[in-house]
């Protein structure tokens, strides 16, 4: 399925959710990155294929103009999917409480990122 395709006018009739990601203290930023990238991303597509829009957005302190004070968010990726109709979303809430795909998704998690730390949020728009 392809997971990057426009979704024009549907944009904001979207369901959308978001994640905000920690990677592990031990990992470098290039390392996390390309491990997401390279594993997770696939590992995803499969087990959660009813999404629509999959999109990570990496943070760049290099380029952020804040202060010293907030310098560090608290994470290291913002990670978006979006689903077309609420039986997707739902089908997405179905299986990520199967414990067989949990634990399969915490197995690779616990390669590159703090699990527990994550922050998940269903996000409503308007323009």
């Known amino acids: 399925m392809d997971h990057s395709r426009g979704l024009h006018g549907l944009e904001n009739k979207m369901i959308k959710h978001f994640f905000l990601i920690s990677k592990k203290p031990e990992v470098s930023a290039e390392d996390f990155r390309a491990y997401y990238e390279a594993h997770h991303v696939p590992l995803i597509n499969r087990l ?11 943070v760049d302190l290099s380029e952020s103009r804040v202060s010293e004070k907030q310098a560090d ?5 913002i990670t978006e999917i979006h689903f077309a ?3 997707d979303y739902d089908a997405f809430l179905n299986a990520t ?19 527990d730390a994550t ?9």
């Open 48 to 58: 959660l294929p009813m999404f629509v829009h999959y999109q990570r957005h990496y």
């Open 73 to 77: 968010p608290g994470f290291d990726v």
């Open 85 to 87: 109709t609420q039986a």
């Open 97 to 115: 409480s199967n414990p067989e795909i949990i634990a399969e998704i915490r197995a690779d998690e616990a390669n590159f990122l703090i699990s």
């Open 119 to 127: 922050r998940s949020l269903r996000m409503d728009s308007s323009s």
